[in-house]
């Protein structure tokens, strides 16, 4: 990534872009889990084994997602072709001022979504990103755009306090943006249906959406190739309302909602998923989806090493293995 930046800053996206085929080559050569885990997941999306050009076409995706994280974080929206889709309803709950949940996931790239701040510059947007876990992605980011920087929620601190400046981000009409489709270790999850098989989920946001009770919309950004995105905003509710005692039986309805559009929008852009592990044998042995954690700890993801794909956006791993 520090390299792509490097070469990004100076010789711009169309140069740069010729790094991406060696970047592939050497994954696909020299990292043998990944491959094996990219092939077992477009297996179950093709119904078929996967060929090898069709995992190195994966690898590729993500170092081009990568790259182009550079110049979406640097605001040059001029260079890339972004359709945008469902901005209506977005626009409709984000202007009654009560603060919007936006929930993404490791398909394509949240980044896109900052094009919303072209369109839209009244809009606040808010992140949570464990700035301790991901300090090299960070600096990178403060050195890139500060201002955005100052925008970070850090999911490092104590709960009750990134519960406390959620709420606040809320209160000011901001929309908060969390990754939502892989648990953490030592978080609870619930197991639901995803592409032919049960998948483990994280409990944790949609406890932070019935805490709050404010509209939720799902949001993807999926890479078309070249320099074309398809930026898709989904209506998920206008406020969850669950009793506390109602939880342990209505989260898992809507994590399994959720599951069916995110399946949806895999099958449509295969090569945007970017959980290189095995997505359905990984559970959390300490998960009991009968107890509930604190509110205040929902939403605190950390995870990753410095060799992950640690997303600025939500400060959690775009490809990182477990």
């Known amino acids: 990534m520090r390299m792509l930046v490097a070469c990004a800053g100076g010789a711009g996206r169309g140069l740069t872009r010729l790094l991406l ?33 069709e995992v190195a076409r994966h690898i590729h995706t993500f170092a081009a997602t ?31 001022g009560q603060g919007v949940l936006l929930f993404g996931s490791h398909l394509g790239s949240f980044e896109v ?85 049960s998948a483990a989920f994280p409990i944790a946001p949609w406890q932070i959406a019935a805490v709050l009770k404010i509209p939720v919309m799902l949001a993807f950004g999926l890479y078309r190739g070249g320099n074309r995105y398809d930026l898709v905003f989904e209506p998920f509710s206008e406020g969850i309302d669950l009793p506390r005692r109602e939880r342990a039986a209505g989260i898992p309805a809507l994590i399994g909602r959720y599951a069916q559009r995110l399946e949806a929008h895999v099958r449509d852009a295969p090569y945007n998923w970017f959980n290189f592990y095995d997505f359905w044998k990984y559970d959390n042995p300490d998960d009991d989806a009968g107890v509930e954690p604190e509110p205040a700890q929902a939403g605190v993801h950390r995870r990753g090493d410095a060799g992950e794909h640690a997303g600025p956006v939500l400060g959690d791993g775009a490809g990182g293995k477990r």
């Open 113 to 197: 979504l900052r094009v919303l701040a072209r369109r839209r510059p009244d809009y606040a947007i808010r992140v949570v990103l464990d700035r301790a876990h991901s300090a090299a992605l960070t600096q990178a980011l403060e050195a890139i755009n500060p201002e955005m920087a100052a925008t970070v929620i850090d999911a490092g601190q104590p709960g009750p306090m990134i519960m406390l400046e959620i709420q606040r981000a809320a209160q000011e009409g901001a929309m908060i943006a969390l990754l939502v489709d892989r648990t953490q270790p030592g978080e609870a999850s619930e197991r639901v249906p995803f592409l032919g098989d």
């Open 21 to 53: 085929l060696p970047i592939t080559v050497y994954f696909l050569l020299r990292r043998p889990a990944e491959r094996r885990d990219s092939r077992a997941y477009l297996g179950r999306v093709f119904g078929r084994p996967a060929r090898l050009r």
């Open 66 to 96: 990568i790259l182009d994280r550079y110049f979406l974080l640097s605001r040059e929206m001029q260079q890339f072709d972004v359709n945008v889709t469902g901005a209506e309803a977005l626009h409709e709950r984000v202007d009654r």
